[in-house]
């Protein structure tokens, strides 16, 4: 999506460690207005799929997730990080291991908002190695829901989790593709579309 490449381009910051910083306008300031042409564009990707929900994980993916969300039509329900699990039986829960804060948390859903007659588009800022993602797939997978696809904002393709997550068959659309970042240089190349 040009647009947002452009402004990945213009605004982003590469930080070391593989890690790039969009705070102006989507991880801290964010730019509404932008993300309601992303929820377009998702919105045209995933035209036909029977989409009744939306799932995103806090903290990051909860503003894009609604913009999307108000296209589609649909609830949101963002998957809460816990400090403890409680095992009631009434969440389901996975651990996901944060690729920026290099910590591991365990994170729920409440069984009365996701379940066997829900078919789930998952929306996210970035998909890097995939564990975030892989974990929302966990509880859609607990739940007996469907997964009809992912949406990610900013896919680092030098990381592998997006080739992992298309390799089993899942259908991902991210709306910009880096393919390389230079920190030294601040050159961004983008994966051009086929
Ligand atoms: P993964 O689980 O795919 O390794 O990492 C995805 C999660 O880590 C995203 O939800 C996002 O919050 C965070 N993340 C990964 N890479 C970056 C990055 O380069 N910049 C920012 N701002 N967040 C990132």
New binding site residues.
Partial sequence: MKILEERIRKDGVI?AG??????NF??HQMDVELFRQMGMEWKRLFEGCPINKILT?EA??IGIACIAAEQFGVPVVFAKKSQSINLDGEMYTTR??????KKTYDVIVSKKFLGADDHVLII????????????LIELIDEAGAVLEGVGIA?E?GF?H?GQKIRDKGIRLESLAIVDSMDDLTGEIKFRQKS
């Fill in positions: 930080k593989n890690v790039l910083k969009v705070d989507l991880n994980i990051s993916g996901i291991e944060s690729f920026t804060h996210d800022d970035f998909l890097a190695n995939g564990c975030a993602i892989n974990g900013i680092k990381q989790g």
